[in-house]
């Protein structure tokens, strides 16, 4: 599991940092109107929740446990739903519905799920 998390974890980081150099210019032809300020967002919670996952992956070499995993999925389904989802809407306009929300609580709940493996290891 450790593995599979840390390469999980390096891969979101290296699409994160290309995700940011590439919203530099992105912006100029997006749709929104704050196309800027919704691409540095999702750039943010990409990469910070990206060093989640490279942590968890960490963590796990230690020892895993299902809170481990659960928090390392639920952290790579919140960069691809929040992110993607503020993605979305700067270049198309169109809104994903509760696609943004759904990965927030994602994030959310990964952390729980990382604060519960500590408490319990």
């Known amino acids: 599991m450790a593995r599979a998390l840390l390469f999980a974890g390096a891969l979101a980081m290296a699409i994160g940092v290309a995700a940011g150099a590439f919203s530099a210019h ?17 750039v943010l919670y990409h990469l910070v929740n990206g060093l989640g996952i490279v942590a968890v992956a960490l963590v796990a070499r230690a020892g895993s446990s299902a809170w481990l995993a659960a928090s390392g999925v ?7 739903l929040f992110c993607g989802a503020l993605w979305i809407l700067a270049m198309t306009g169109r809104s994903m519905g509760p696609m943004a ?3 927030g609580l994602a994030f959310i709940a990964g952390w729980i799920a ?3 493996h500590a408490l319990r290891s």
Not at 26 to 42: F, N, S
Not at 74 to 80: N, S
């Open 101 to 103: 929300p759904t990965g």
């Open 74 to 80: 639920l952290l790579a389904a919140g960069i691809v």
């Open 26 to 42: 992105a912006a100029k032809g997006a749709v929104h109107p704050d196309a800027a300020q919704l691409l540095r967002t999702a």
């Open 114 to 116: 990382l604060a519960i």
